[in-house]
T-cell receptor, first 112, second 114 residues
Framework: LAKTTQPISMDSYEGQEVNITCSHNNIATNDYITWYQQFPSQGPRFIIQGYKTKVTNEVASLFIPADRKSSTLSLPRVSLSDTAVYYC?????????????FGAGTILRVKS | EPEVTQTPSHQVTQMGQEVILRCVPISNHLYFYWYRQILGQKVEFLVSFYNNEISEKSEIFDDQFSVERPDGSNFTLKIRSTKLEDSAMYFCASNQRKTGYEQYFGPGTRLTVT
């Protein structure tokens, strides 16, 4: 399993773009990068997954440089409801089973 | 949109009692999981289940824990003799395929052991 490093917390204001970076220096060739979001007292929710370059969906964008040793989750124009914990997960479910291994995540606080 | 449901939302029990936490995974999903999260801590994997048997379990999932899929829709986690340290949020999750990291989580059951 590739070890990941994320900032413990970030603060932002409504309407701003938020970028959360995750370092994963030991990422393996078959590993994907996946981000989850968790609101207080709720289960984690899948946001986005990527392998390389850029992936975009209706919620977020994921930027992955060519060396894949880091990735950046970008949330456009955040609102108060985006206050949550964001987790970066790196791995390949086929290799060791598809359990999810969560770290501490990044606590994002959006202020008005 | 289909979703994973869990019951009860909150369960209070006394130490030593048995509890059963229930989950209804998304109907066409084949892989099922239980995770737990002690207050203020990380989400931890407990067990994965496929084709009516355990695929993988963590060190937390000792002999006090068991899982079952008693019918075509429910997936249960039983704790035989609860301990104070079992107090946590328990999340059920499911997905369709073995590979990939997109799992769908339920809202959780808050278990309080007194």
């Amino acid at each position: 399993l590739a070890k990941t490093t994320q900032p413990i917390s970030m603060d932002s204001y409504e309407g701003q773009e938020v970028n959360i970076t995750c370092s994963h220096n030991n990422i393996a060739t078959n590993d994907y990068i996946t981000w989850y979001q968790q609101f207080p007292s709720q289960g984690p929710r899948f946001i986005i997954q990527g392998y390389k370059t850029k992936v975009t969906n209706e919620v977020a964008s994921l930027f992955i440089p060519a060396d894949r040793k880091s990735s950046t989750l970008s949330l456009p124009r955040v609102s108060l409801s985006d206050t949550a914990v964001y987790y970066c997960l790196v791995g390949d479910g086929a290799e060791y089973g598809n359990k999810l291994v969560f770290g501490a995540g990044t606590i994002l606080r959006v202020k008005s | 949109e289909p979703e994973v449901t869990q019951t009860p939302s909150h369960q209070v029990t006394q130490m030593g009692q048995e509890v059963i936490l229930r989950c209804v995974p998304i109907s066409n999903h084949l892989y099922f999981y239980w995770y737990r999260q002690i207050l203020g801590q990380k989400v931890e994997f407990l067990v994965s289940f496929y084709n009516n048997e355990i695929s993988e379990k963590s060190e937390i999932f000792d002999d006090q824990f068991s899982v079952e899929r008693p019918d075509g829709s429910n997936f249960t986690l039983k704790i035989r003799s609860t301990k104070l340290e079992d107090s946590a949020m328990y999340f059920c999750a499911s997905n369709q395929r073995k590979t990939g990291y997109e799992q769908y989580f339920g809202p959780g059951t808050r278990l309080t052991v007194t």
